[in-house]
């Protein structure tokens, strides 16, 4: 799976967007998003793998990640001894986004701009947020407290992010998942579009 390097960047503006950090850089066969956190400074993001990669990985700054669109064990073979790699992800993308669903019995839903909760009583326990970018819904911070899975929260934040996103002028739909998460956006409806791999030195942790 080879990733869309438009689309790639169209991810990567929106998960900034998201995340209010600065926008990505555009440095030819990557970006650059300064981060600004504690534990990263910066990232730099390959839509392919470049000469660039290893050149930067030899450096091995302190909380700069670098991230390309790769196997992790391919990542890994760019890489000089001293880096470690998060488990792999998948970028996956939703050509039709399915309109809003109801929050189930029980539950209470928020929602602040482009952000959504669900509420059990006085207390979140799922949430996310869409941006919208060049017709595309950006989905990110997708999280289901682990005490309330597997009762459609994932299902129902999706669809109210997905409604959201609709209602902006997005009609498909792009996010990076983790291999846990990847099963439930298969039932909704994703597909894979491309492996997606993240590096930092082993020092920083």
Not at 29 to 53: H, I, M, N
Not at 150 to 167: E, F, K, Q, S, T
Not at 168 to 197: F, I, K, N, P, S
């Amino acid at each position: 799976m080879r990733v869309n390097p438009k689309l790639a960047g169209i991810w990567l503006t929106g998960w900034a967007l998201a995340r209010r950090t600065p926008m990505p850089v555009n440095l030819g066969d990557c970006w650059r998003v300064d981060v600004g956190w504690p534990d990263q400074k910066a990232r730099y993001v390959f839509a392919t793998p470049s000469e660039r990669l290893p050149c930067l990985a030899a450096i091995a700054e302190p909380h700069v990640f670098l991230k390309t669109f790769l196997p992790v064990d391919a990542m890994a073979s760019l890489l000089p001894p001293g880096w470690s790699l998060d488990p792999q992800r998948v970028m996956m993308i939703h050509e039709t986004l399915a309109p809003a669903a109801a929050c189930p019995a029980r539950y209470r839903l928020q929602q602040d701009g482009r952000a959504a909760e669900i509420f059990d009583g006085d207390i979140a326990v799922s949430s996310g947020q869409v941006v919208v970018e060049q017709g595309w819904a950006i989905f990110d911070s997708i999280k289901v407290d682990p005490g309330h899975r597997r009762r459609g929260l994932g299902r129902a934040l999706m669809g109210i992010l997905a409604g959201m996103a609709r209602d902006l002028g997005a009609r498909q739909g792009v996010l990076v998942a983790t291999q846990e998460d990847r099963m439930l956006y298969h039932m909704l409806g994703w597909r894979d579009h491309a492996l997606y791999a993240s590096a930092f030195p082993s020092i920083q942790r």
